[in-house]
């Protein structure tokens, strides 16, 4: 491909980008001491749990239901009486005079 004119020199030239050096890489940790692991599991007073995500907990039955004793009411004293008819209403208004 021809250079163009308008391109300068410092434009069309391939400059190749810096190399990197490669980091080693740490050396790969060995697994630590069971034994080692019981003894900080001790000393930190935590506990392990293990979970199962199949097994579910049954929830405890609930009890039953016994409503809450109250004592009656003693029956009004004219139970027995005959009823009375008593007329309500407004009284027309009287005249200001």
Do not use: N
Request: aromatic residues 2%; proline residues 23%.
């Amino acid at each position: 491909m021809p250079l163009r004119e308008a391109e300068t020199p410092a434009q069309s030239q391939y400059q190749p980008a810096p190399t990197q050096v490669a980091q080693p890489a740490p050396p790969a940790s060995h697994a630590p001491d069971p034994a080692e692991i019981e003894r900080a599991l001790k000393e930190s007073g935590l506990e392990m749990v293990q979970t199962r995500a199949g097994v579910q907990a049954e929830p405890p039955p609930e009890p039953e239901f016994t409503p809450a004793k109250r004592e009656r009411r003693p029956p009004p004293p004219d139970l027995d009486e005959p009823l009375v008819q008593v007329e309500t209403g407004r009284e027309p208004p009287t005249p200001k005079v």
